[in-house]
């Protein structure tokens, strides 16, 4: 069973920072391309970041050089940093593992971040 299990949300002042964690389970976590996406009320969902299995790293239109993916595969985790946060930054943030030629692409249940003095 494959399992996507984020953590590290919550209450954060602006130009606060961040780190969200992703633990996968069920995969063979260093194959997969590892993406972090966000979605705030009334919006559609959209890519914050993508790490592949190579470590190549690639980037949405909307994060301003203030996101940072990485990815431990000794742990199955991949990590996503944000810095200066602001309150259009508050949204449920997932975690998507995705193997294209193998046609698998998982979620997980995301993880709230709400940025408000």
């Known amino acids: 069973q494959v399992q996507l299990v984020e953590s590290g949300g919550g209450l954060v002042q602006p130009g606060g920072s961040l780190r969200l964690s992703c633990v996968a389970s069920?995969?063979?976590?260093?194959?997969?391309?590892m993406s972090w996406y966000r979605q705030a009320p009334g919006n559609q969902r959209e890519l914050i970041a993508r790490?592949?299995?190579?470590?190549?790293?690639h980037y949405g239109d909307s994060t301003e050089g203030r996101f940072t993916v990485s990815r431990d595969n000794a742990e199955n985790t991949v990590y996503l940093q944000i810095d200066s946060l602001k309150p259009d930054d508050t949204a449920v943030y997932y975690c998507?593992?995705?193997?294209?030629?193998?046609?698998?692409?998982?979620w997980g249940q995301g993880t709230q971040v709400t940025v408000s003095s």
């Open positions: 998507n593992a995705q193997h294209t030629l193998a046609g698998d692409n998982y």
């Open positions: 069920g995969i063979r976590f260093s194959i997969y391309a």
């Open positions: 790490i592949n299995s190579a470590g190549r790293t």
